[in-house]
């Protein structure tokens, strides 16, 4: 029988880092992803990596730029308000094309806001967080197992694409405990990293990682290339689950915490005898559009569930084809709680036409 | 015999043999050059990183023949201890301006040494903020006229140019802290030494190594060559101090610091 641990989604995401080769760790504590560092400065260590606690998240993102520039996996953490610090690392490893892993376990805002579950942070992580109109994988993971999952596939996306990753967590997702089934690092054929700095050490050109280019026409050529990386994302590393859809005509949609709560939702539905669907975004850059755009006839309407006064949503209204109708029911930050599958329960019955 | 003659005066192998695009009468070209000298004396070119701040000396690529990464403005020191924790078999520095070390920075420079990472800092203090076109800098001296000082450095309202040297040799984690000037044959003979006694103390010692170089920038100052070299010695060198104030991790006069 396979092994299986009782742990927090914030030990699983750096058990899973580790286990995806991760060797060095730079943060700052703040709640509720402090399980984080002390995972990493208890472990890291035993493995010949490198932990440090930075001086400020502002350090921790640029360290973590330098360690990326010579080729290694690395990684920090933190919670939002620290990732609103972090976007300007961020904007840098963008321009110089470092991979890398940043995880947000996010809380409640704006400013120090709460620390209960929010996802108000999705703006942020989708539509380029720091200054100049770049893109981060972003990866939503809904279940601890998906915590430790998803940081090795974090690693893989970002060091394939040479785009910073971000996994958007919550307070929910990183403090709760659950089953988890730890596994080797799936075997991915990766490009060498022979971008990075090594010291010259006998090479006939130096190795330059940078985000500056004045020369004429050097930086539209630049930010052209990032965005055909971009474009590529999107045609080939889209993931969802699609639950339910083939007779669906209310397709519910949801990501992170919120749909795992939808999710037992939609079955007291089914149960009831709607027939209601769901797309779950894993990705939520690059955005499943396909998965909107290519809605089955019978869907007539999507229903999005988010923790915020409605952010994905935008995504879904864009992509969604016209003749169908968008509705939105969410909770800004700060609500105090979950909502319950009850509470979702009753709106897709409400907008399925039926009473609860 | 048949008499052969002897280059006295050759290229750093560690630069580029190229032109730069600093002023007329800027200084960090001679200071390039002492670094350059400096990796060409322990040799290792081969093995350093380098790591380029914001600010003039952004291009620091373009002269260096040696791998560079380019860090956000202030933040060189810690992409520098990335680099460096992630490969602590090579030679790191970063070579910052007075905006971008002392000002934007301030919290970068002071935990890189605290931590004692074994990199060298070189630190050019020309009391102005060269590339963005003469702004008060962290360092301009008082009454000293700025862009952003029209009437002078008042202290009264802009707090006091800082010593750097002296600040950074008060941190336990500092092995090596300096003062040297570029403005005379001299003072650069002996910053020549003083900057290879900063990587010293990382290639012999694997500790932090810091290098203040008063600089001129008679462009933003608004000074011939020579005016601007006299200024260092005139109202620099009076208010920053050229000396060592700590060496191999023992603060000068101070009998009682580690060691």
Same mark, same amino acid.
């Given at each position: 029988m396979k092994k299986r641990l009782f742990v927090k989604g914030n030990e699983a995401v750096a058990m899973g880092a580790l286990e995806a080769g991760c060797r060095y760790y730079f943060g700052y504590p703040i709640t509720p992803q402090s399980d984080i560092p002390e995972y990493m400065s208890r472990e890291l260590p035993a493995v010949g990596g490198q932990f440090i606690q930075a001086e400020s998240e502002i350090a921790s993102i640029n360290m973590l730029l330098g360690a990326s520039a010579c080729g290694a996996r690395a990684m920090t953490s933190s919670s939002s308000p620290g990732i609103s610090l972090k976007q300007e690392g961020l904007s840098y490893m963008a321009g110089s094309e470092l991979p890398g892993l940043v995880v947000n376990i996010a809380r409640s805002g704006? &400013?120090? &806001?709460?620390?209960d579950a929010s996802q108000a942070d999705y703006f942020q992580a989708v539509k380029s967080?720091?200054? &100049?109109?770049y893109r981060l994988i972003v990866l939503a993971p809904h279940s601890v197992q998906e915590m430790y999952d998803h940081a090795m596939l974090a690693f893989d996306l970002s060091d394939r694409y040479r785009i910073p990753a971000m996994i958007l967590g919550d307070s929910v997702i990183g403090q709760m405990k659950e089953a988890l089934t730890p596994h080797p690092r799936p075997q991915v054929d990766l490009p060498a990293k022979d971008w990075a700095v090594t010291g010259k050490g006998g090479r006939d050109h130096q190795k330059i990682v940078k985000s500056l280019y004045l020369g004429d026409g050097e930086l539209e050529k630049h930010n052209w290339r990032l965005y055909e990386k971009y474009q590529q994302m999107q045609r080939d590393e889209v993931r969802f689950e699609a639950v339910a859809l083939e007779d669906a005509e209310l397709v519910v949609t949801a990501f992170g915490i919120t749909a795992r709560i939808a999710k037992t939702a939609l079955r007291m539905a089914r149960e009831a005898g709607m027939k209601v669907g769901m797309i779950r975004p894993i990705t939520l850059f690059p955005f499943p559009s396909q998965a909107f755009a290519g809605l089955p006839e019978t869907a007539r309407k999507v229903l999005c569930f988010e923790?915020?006064? &409605?952010?994905m949503v935008e995504d879904v209204r864009l992509h969604t084809p016209c003749d169908r109708t968008v509705e939105f029911y969410g909770r800004p930050p700060g609500a105090g709680s979950l909502p319950t599958p009850e509470e979702l329960f009753g709106q897709i019955s409400r907008h399925y036409g039926r009473k609860a | 015999m048949t008499g052969s003659l002897v280059s006295a005066f050759n290229h750093s192998k560690s630069l580029k043999d190229v032109v730069t695009h =600093?002023?007329?009468?800027?200084?960090h070209g001679t200071i390039h050059r002492l670094v350059g000298d400096a990796l060409d004396h322990f040799q290792v070119q081969e093995e350093t990183i380098g790591v380029a701040s914001v600010g003039?000396?952004? =291009?620091l690529y373009e002269y260096f023949d040696i791998d560079v990464v380019e860090a956000p403005h202030g933040r060189a020191p810690a992409v520098a201890t990335g680099v460096k924790r992630a490969r602590p078999d090579r030679i790191v520095f970063t070579y910052q301006g007075d905006g971008d070390l002392a000002a934007i920075g301030t919290s970068e420079i002071i935990h890189a040494g605290n931590r004692g990472e074994a990199i060298t800092v070189v630190f050019v203090n020309n009391t102005t903020y060269g590339m963005t076109g003469g702004q008060m800098a962290p360092?301009?001296?008082?009454g000293q006229r700025t862009s952003t000082s029209p009437r002078g450095r008042d202290v009264s309202s802009d707090g006091y140019p800082i010593r750097m040297a002296e600040l950074m040799a008060q941190l336990e984690g500092v092995s090596f802290s300096a003062r040297v000037a570029v403005n005379s044959p001299k003072n650069v003979i002996s910053a020549g030494r003083v900057v290879r006694q900063a990587f010293e103390a990382q290639v012999k010692e694997g500790g932090f190594g810091f290098v203040e170089v008063l600089s001129a920038c008679p462009t933003n100052w608004g000074m011939g060559a020579l005016e601007a070299n006299e200024r260092i010695g005139d109202e620099m060198i009076p208010y920053f101090p050229l000396g060592i104030f700590k060496e191999a991790g023992r603060r000068q006069g101070d009998a009682s610091a580690q060691g």
């Open positions: 704006p &400013g120090l &806001g709460g620390i967080g720091g200054h &100049g109109g923790l915020s006064t &409605g952010q | =600093f002023c007329p009468g800027c200084q003039c000396s952004v =291009f360092t301009t001296l008082a």
